[in-house]
């Protein structure tokens, strides 16, 4: 029975969707179908592995093993997939998975290099780092180039790029702006849990600079909507100013719509990092992606 997997995959569905009636309609199959496929299943291996509840399923013990097993399955499943497709010649899909701000400002300038490159069709995929490293390992994104890398064993990753942040504003900034000048400021943030948040807050406690006294006007949930926060401040005697990453705002700096400034004793940056899956570190693909991002260091 174990050869055929349908009956896995409708057990997998059941417990991603939480529901019988949800995973019925994810399958296109009837209701009692599914249940059928469930107590076949708990027929072969003589145990429940699913019960159900007025606000959903709870899997049974035996129910949460047979889960791990049927992830496995899945995901050999998936990748011998993808390997017949490459038996017979079909076209795959390579899907490059990025955090929003490497993937909405820095990949369009060379997506299509990047396609050249390694000979094949390339799909951008856009998330948090957390949810990118997520897909990476349950190997639904090929390669990935993260802000904010979340470190497991499964995983290679490789430092790429620095990239620095600068202090920004609709007002002209001189080219080095002293730290105490910073409570003049009005202030547009990034929500506490940031990452980026996180590395200024450090940067300024490492030059006693205590950002929770400056004048904070708005705190917002991306560097998007900073940029556009700042564009939409009037202007006045005092500039409104946040930090961003330089490549958020490389066209409105060249069009002079925002002008930026270093902090003088300090230097904002993190590292961008590319991650890929252990197994595929001798993978051609991975390979020459790895070679062309690592010779594109300096954007």
């Known amino acids: 029975m174990l050869k055929d997997f349908t009956k896995m995959e409708t057990f997998l569905t059941v417990v991603r969707e939480k529901s019988f009636s949800k995973a019925s309609k994810k399958l296109g199959i009837s209701q009692p179908a599914v249940t059928q496929q469930i107590k076949l299943l708990e027929d072969y291996i003589e145990d429940r592995i699913v019960d159900r509840k ?3 399923i709870r899997l049974t013990k035996t129910g949460e093993e047979l889960y791990k097993i049927a992830l496995k399955l899945d995901k050999c499943i998936n990748s011998s997939e993808k390997e017949m497709l490459k038996l017979i010649n079909k076209d795959i899909v390579f899907i490059l998975g990025a955090s929003f701000m490497v993937g909405n400002y820095i990949l369009p300038a060379f997506l299509n290099k990047i396609k050249s490159e390694i000979k094949n069709d390339i799909m951008l995929q856009i998330d948090d780092s957390k949810k990118i490293t997520e897909e990476l390992i349950d190997r639904k994104v090929d390669f990935a180039i993260l802000e904010h890398p979340v470190f497991v064993d499964d995983l290679i990753f490789r430092e790429w790029l620095e990239d620095e942040l600068f202090l920004v504003s609709k007002s002209p900034l001189p080219k080095y702006v002293k730290p105490e000048d910073l409570y003049g400021y009005h202030w547009i943030c990034r929500e506490e849990s940031s990452h980026t948040r996180k590395i200024i807050r450090e940067a300024f406690e490492s030059i006693d600079i205590d950002c929770e006294s400056f004048d904070l006007r ?3 949930s991306s560097s998007t909507a900073v940029k556009q926060m700042i564009l939409k401040t009037p202007s006045d005697d005092t500039p ?3 930090i961003i990453s330089r490549h958020i705002i490389k066209d409105e700096l060249e069009n002079g719509q925002l002008y930026c400034a270093r902090i003088r004793g300090i230097k904002l940056s993190r590292v961008l990092y590319i991650a890929y899956l252990k197994e595929r570190k001798h993978d ?4 020459t992606l790895i070679t ?5 260091r300096r954007i």
């Open 54 to 56: 007025k606000n959903g």
């Open 218 to 220: 708005s705190v917002v």
């Open 240 to 242: 409104t100013v946040s």
């Open 284 to 287: 051609a693909l991975i390979d």
């Open 292 to 296: 062309f991002l690592m010779n594109k």
